[in-house]
């Protein structure tokens, strides 16, 4: 028998990480939101190539509609074809697949064209789970890209710079990592990829393709796992330390503020491009980039390669919940995969990681609020900031069952005041801005770790109203990078490749099945 997951006593949390969320949960759509159908001319004015491609080939279309349906129905999760295009958003899964494909750039897809144009090491492998639906190699390749980046000690940078563009800054010439092996900046970002590889080996239609990708991805997570301790837990709490705001994702947090009260240095004069392709109103401040940018140089200068340094030099050290939420349900899934492997070594000591994680949260809990919240190593205080990571415990697996109670209580207050979930902070702080990147807004993928973790703690309504809300945003304002938690408004980028992929993998999984296949075919690397 294979051993227990060593948490599952503690939570009711059960090694099935997965399951629940893969079928048809997602096929309402709440007949209050109107479906927009975006023309041709919205979604890519630059992608002529891909419009064509999407009008040819009727007759592939219906052949690989009736062999998915009939995947479909023997599945058992939709009775009839009928049931099926009653729900299915047809329009937003197409789209999905068109964004996709027109942000692929060669193996790897870039966030949003012109406001991110490289590869992104989070939102890589959740759009991974995208491409799963449809074209299962592209999907692999898309994990081999990012880890074609990976350096020697294991760290997978939070950018690729596979080639140049100058839509973004700071670029690679201002980072000034070595090549090691291919330009990169030198901090991290939320570790997906164990979960990304364990969504496309549970789901493969190629058992043989899926086995040889594990074999040769599974030492490479592995070793960035061993990174994250190492590196970011020398002093062995069971937590790690983020050393930039950008390794969180999270830029421009709440949760930072205090932290980041640290002195501007004298810095290089620079310009953002960020505001050319994104209203000001939506994106971090001004000040707040110059202090992105001061910790940039003071690693630079202080040789940002030696992690071992990195860590005692920082004025910025915190632990965020968002990464080490994911580190923990990262470690399970990797445990699940060297399971298969039948790698037990490995497996004892992803159970010390798990456990130790365990008791490192402990210190993350506020009574008070009832909330997770993120801490400062360096004073050592909780930040005051309510903000929607401290429900991510339930993703992870670590909240107790009272802790639990008392995060969706607060849950429930904060979706009493939005119109759609879940707003990025407490909509009742002083501090809420709706419009303000991860100030207010919604996130779709931190909608779909959230319901997640809740249907795991037996949630279920809760979790069945923020995937509504995603559907309801997904189809009011299409596939932007995040949404107006108030208005529904879309904000930020558009064509956004992961919002796409959580459409495709999570929102309308089933309708994506049946018709994504039909839209596959050779695949067409655009701005090649
Ligand atoms: C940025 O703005 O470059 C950040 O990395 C995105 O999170």
Known sequence: ????????????????????????????????????????????PQSPILAESLAKSPVDRVFWRKRSLHRLFSLGNIKSEQELDEHARTQIVEDSIYVMRMNDFGGYTVPAQGLYPFQWNWDSAIVSAGWAV???????????????????????????????????????????TPQKPSKSTGITQPPVAALSVRFLYEHTENPELAEQKLVSLFPKLLAWHRWWYKARD??????????????????????????????????????????NHVDSCMRPTQETYDRYLTLLHRFKAANFYDPSRLYWISPFR????????????????????????????????IDEWLNKGFEGFKQLWDEDSGLFKCKDQLTGKLANAPISAAFLPLFAGVATKEQADKLTHNLERWLGQVNYGVPSMDPEDHRFEPLRYWRGPVWIIMNWMISNGLRHYGYDELADRIKDD????????????YFDPLTGD??????????????LAWLDRPAAIAIGHKMSGPKKHLNA
Not at 342 to 349: A, F, L, P, Q, S
């Open 1 to 44: 028998m294979a051993p227990q997951d060593p948490l599952a006593e503690n939570n009711g949390y059960t090694l099935d990480s997965q399951g629940p969320d893969s079928f048809p949960l997602g096929m309402k759509i709440p007949s209050t939101v109107k479906v927009r159908r975006p023309s041709a001319a919205d979604l890519a």
């Open 490 to 503: 879309g904000a930020g980028g558009r064509n956004f490749s992961w919002t796409a992929a959580m459409c």
């Open 234 to 275: 020398p002093e062995n709490t069971g937590v790690v330390a983020i050393l930039h705001p950008w390794e969180s994702g999270m830029d421009n947090s709440p949760a930072w503020d205090e932290s980041m009260k640290f002195p501007i240095d004298k810095l290089p004069r620079y310009v953002r491009c960020d505001l």
């Open 318 to 349: 915190v632990t965020d919940l968002c990464v080490n939420s994911i580190l923990i349900r990262a470690n399970r899934d990797l445990r699940w995969l060297a399971l298969r492997l039948e790698k037990d070594d490995i497996v004892k000591e």
């Open 134 to 176: 449809f074209d299962e190699a592209r999907a692999w390749e898309e994990l081999e890209k990012l880890f074609s980046g990976q350096w020697e000690d294991g760290m997978v940078p939070s950018i690729v710079f596979h080639r140049p563009s100058n839509t973004y800054f700071p670029g690679p010439d201002i980072w000034g």
């Open 470 to 481: 995603s559907i309801s945003l997904t189809t009011k304002a299409g596939l932007r990078e």
